[in-house]
């Protein structure tokens, strides 16, 4: 129903910061919680922010808190995720989730449409 399609990846040198979009068809994302995943080889995808239906409604993992910010913007049909102060730890594909939800929280789980990923590495 929807499609999701990130941009913004790229490579970066540590302490240097990058911004990724997240640009979704299909359907309006006013009825959808969203959030943005990372994996890298060996690991389980895991949640870096999430964000509700409203914007009060807030995640951030605590390795990127701080460091990381999550916004929406419902008129473009778009998420953001502006990343500062990279470090080589935050090296991973980057995924676009979206799950439509009747409440207003974020949710860090259960997510049912996804990006087709973009590559964010940093280097020393």
């Known amino acids: 129903q929807v499609q999701l399609v990130e941009s913004g990846g790229g490579l970066v040198q540590a302490g240097d910061s990058l911004s990724l979009s997240c640009t979704a068809s299909?359907?309006?994302?006013?009825?959808?919680?969203m959030a943005w995943f990372r994996q890298t080889p060996g690991k389980e995808r895991e949640v870096v922010s999430a964000?509700?239906?409203?914007?009060?409604?807030?995640f951030y993992a605590d390795v990127v808190k701080g460091r990381f910010t999550i916004s929406r913007d419902n008129a473009k049909n778009t998420v953001y995720l502006q990343m500062n102060s990279l470090k080589l730890e935050d090296t991973a594909v980057y995924y676009c989730?979206?799950?439509?939800?009747?409440?207003?929280?974020?949710?860090?789980?259960?997510?049912?449409?996804w990006g087709q990923g973009t590559q964010v590495t940093v280097s020393s």
């Open positions: 989730a979206a799950v439509r939800t009747v409440g207003m929280a974020y949710r860090t789980g259960g997510y049912e449409y």
């Open positions: 299909g359907d309006t994302l006013t009825y959808y919680a």
């Open positions: 964000i509700g239906r409203s914007s009060t409604y807030i």
